[in-house]
Nanobody, 117 residues
Framework: QVQLVESGGGLMQPGGSLRLSCAAS????????MGWYRQAPRNERELVAT???????DYGDSVMGRFTISRDNAKGTMYLQMNNLKPEDTAVYYC???????????WGQGIQVTVSS
C-alpha cells in the first residue's frame, strides 16, 4: 500500500506561483505513474499532469506551459510547480499513484489551491 500526502497549497493572487508537494511512502515499485488531478466545485475531476517511473511527463491542455511536474526519487516526493496562476486554477488538487502491472491506485487526501485577488 502506498500512502500519499500533499502539501503546499493555499491562496495566491493571479499571476503568482505555488509549488505543491506529494510525499509518497510505502512500496512505490519501479514501474508506475504518478500525477495530479484537480476538481473544482460542480466540475468533474480533471487531469493536471503525470510523470512515469521512466520520466515521461504529460500535461492537461489548460496548464500546458504554466505548470511543471517533477519528482525527487531520493526523497520519494513529487512536485507540481504552478506559475502564472489563474482564477480558473482554483480547485482541490489530488496526488495519485498507479502501478502499471496491477493498476493498483492510491490517492492523497487533496489540498486546496485558491487563486484570487
Amino acid at each position: 500500500q502506498v500512502q500519499l500526502v500533499e502539501s503546499g497549497g493555499g491562496l495566491m493572487q493571479p499571476g503568482g506561483s505555488l509549488r505543491l508537494s506529494c510525499a509518497a511512502s510505502g512500496s512505490i515499485g519501479s514501474m508506475y505513474i504518478m500525477g495530479w488531478y484537480r476538481q473544482a466545485p460542480r466540475n468533474e475531476r480533471e487531469l493536471v499532469a503525470t510523470i512515469t517511473s521512466g520520466g515521461r511527463t504529460d500535461y492537461g491542455d489548460s496548464v500546458m506551459g504554466r505548470f511543471t511536474i517533477s519528482r525527487d526519487n531520493a526523497k520519494g516526493t513529487m512536485y507540481l510547480q504552478m506559475n502564472n496562476l489563474k482564477p480558473e486554477d482554483t480547485a482541490v488538487y489530488y496526488c495519485y499513484w498507479r502501478k502499471f502491472a496491477t493498476s493498483t491506485t492510491s490517492w492523497g487526501q487533496g489540498i486546496q489551491v485558491t487563486v484570487s485577488s
